[in-house]
């Protein structure tokens, strides 16, 4: 069984920073990509960056230049560092991974901005 577990969530005033991270264990067999979404109250789980096997990655468009994700395959692991955080930016943030046959979740974590 494959389990993620997120950390690194909290409560940040606008304009600052938090890094996410999510590792992976269990059963893991050829990762095509890791990948942060995140769900505000009252509104649909929507993805937030992905890191692809191979190296590319992608960004939603309300995030391009302020966050930024990264991969450790060594670790199965997966990170978002945060800038320039926002009252928008309010969410629960899940990480996912997805393998050639099947795809997981984490239990996710909280991010919090403060105005």
């Known amino acids: 069984q494959v389990r993620l577990v997120e950390s690194g969530g909290g409560v940040v005033q606008n304009g600052g920073s938090l890094r996410l991270s999510c590792l992976a264990s269990g059963s893991i067999s050829d990762i095509n990509a890791m990948g942060w979404y995140r769900q505000a109250p009252g509104k649909e789980r929507e993805v937030v960056a992905a890191?692809?096997?191979?190296?590319?990655?992608e960004y939603a468009d309300s995030v391009k230049g302020r966050f930024t994700i990264s991969r450790n395959n060594a670790k199965d692991a997966v990170y978002l560092q945060m800038n320039s955080l926002t009252p928008e930016d309010t969410a629960i943030y899940y990480c996912k991974l997805i393998s050639w046959n099947n795809s997981y979740w984490g239990q996710g974590t909280q991010v919090t901005v403060s105005s």
């Open positions: 890191a692809f096997k191979g190296g590319a990655s």
